[in-house]
């Protein structure tokens, strides 16, 4: 396991220009994974116990918190994050808070899945960042109201133990839990501000909703798909290609740097089990000057087999979905999507249906993972 280096203590107080260049982070070795709580997932913050100076919504918001030093309201300072007021204690003689007094919000996970690592990040939150933060997570299906999942009948697993953290700093965790979660309880202690919480893992989607759609996007993110590799992500990540939906600008797909050289570039993805595909997508969405000149389609089935190609190397046109359908099925674990010479495609899809053995380990994993 890599080392994860934590933060403490209160950062600098803001001394003008830009607020990003004491901020404190590092490569944590879980962010090439799905962000679970990614809004374009569907997650959401259903509930806080306070909200009194920045709304709960603020912690998933995509794009990494801003900061206005002049900007303030009726209530005070306007922070881009999640910020509770001050707690205080019982009487003048007791006037600071319990070891036990904390605040709290429920986050409902875009997909659910297995959580590999956590980022409370506290940017912006220089002397207002709680002490200490944990995180707690359950798996209730269906939707639940708060009201369903602060009732006494729903158990909670910690996935981060109550940890001191730093200002405006991003405070990493791995979390080891073989469990499958879909929603998460962030607390921190007693009070404060949290800009960010970002929640990397593994999609597992439920098989029975799998098997009942027949037909559906094998690669999705939502539906277990994930990216174990890729040759470039200089400009933007290559998770972006199985994101719900299409891509509303040129950074929400995924985009090489320049080629200098004779290579190619190319994306590896493992779908949600064994299945069949059996027509393909390939979109350019919004890379006009930039898309990928030509692409090949290659699928192997299981980890050692061979590479089969099913979509030969095809002219891709710029700022366009493409679409075919194949001669036969092509079985596969694991498909390779190779561009000529660089650039970017912004969507895959891969339409088909699980095989029995897809559809038998899927539900084996899901059943193992406590779901």
Known sequence: MTAIESFTGDAHPYSGGDPYADYRTADFPFTHLADLADRRLGAGVIAANDEFFA??????????????????GHKGKVMDGWETRRRRGTSAEHPWPTDEDHDWALIRLGAPGVVRGIVVDTAHFRGN??????????????????????????????????TPVGGHAANGFAVASEQRFTHLRLKQHPDGGIARLRVYGEVVPDPVWLTALGTFDLVALENGGQVEDASNLFYSPATNTIQPGRSRKMDDGWETRRRRDRGHDWIRYRLAAQAQIRALEIDTAYLKGNSAGWASVSVRDGEDGDWREILPRTRLQPDTNHRFVLPEPGVATHVRVDIFPDGGISRLRLFGSLTDRGATDLATRHRELGA
Request: glycine letters at 4%.
């Open 55 to 72: 709304e709960r919504e603020n912690l998933l918001l995509p794009e990494r918190a801003e900061f206005d030093p002049e900007h303030f």
């Open 129 to 162: 960042y709680p002490q200490a933060v944990s995180v707690e997570g359950t798996a209730v299906e269906g939707s639940p109201s708060p009201e369903d999942l602060l009732s006494d009948d729903v158990k909670w697993t910690t996935l981060v133990p109550r």
